[in-house]
């Protein structure tokens, strides 16, 4: 007798991920479209997944990428790209720019106006990853779409 397995081989099949992005010229005009890019990828995956993205969720992944583009038009000559991607419950961004020096947050100084964009980013993400590639870098920045607390328990 053959058995009949459902897809997967009677495993749980995960949902197959959703992408978005788009390349920016690097002007100023990029930090709002990388926004707005976020913004319209969170709004299709409420409406096509049903998932629930929270206001908080959704505003710290439209500074994360805000911040990432900001930088990349100050500090990196020429273009960027931004990529979108929900796996499970984590949404990951990933910016690449031209310049292949990576970003170091600094020091707290009470006194410094300004350059707390990294800081920002390393606080609201659950990861972030940075790598040279061979024509400037990647920064990949991981924001679970549920708190810590509300996730199940591993294991069961």
Request: charged content about 25%; hydrophobic content about 45%; proline content about 8%.
């Amino acid at each position: 007798m053959v058995e009949q397995l459902p897809p997967g081989g009677g495993r749980a099949v995960p949902e197959p991920s959703m992408w978005s992005g788009a390349a920016y010229g690097g002007e100023t005009e990029s930090i709002a479209a990388a926004r707005g890019l976020v913004a319209d990828f969170l709004d299709r995956v409420r409406r096509v997944r049903g998932v629930e993205v929270s206001v908080p969720v959704a505003g710290a992944a439209e500074l994360v990428v805000s911040e990432l583009v900001t930088n990349a038009c100050k500090y990196a000559p020429g273009p960027c790209t931004v990529e979108v991607e929900l796996t499970g419950a984590v949404l990951q961004i990933v910016v690449r720019d031209t310049e292949p020096v990576l970003p170091i947050a600094r020091a707290a100084e009470p006194g410094r106006v300004g350059q707390h964009g990294l800081e920002l980013v390393l606080a609201l993400c659950e990861g972030v990853e940075m790598q040279r590639e061979p024509v400037g870098k990647r920064i990949t920045a991981r924001i679970a779409l549920e708190p810590a607390d509300d996730r199940p328990a591993a294991g069961g």
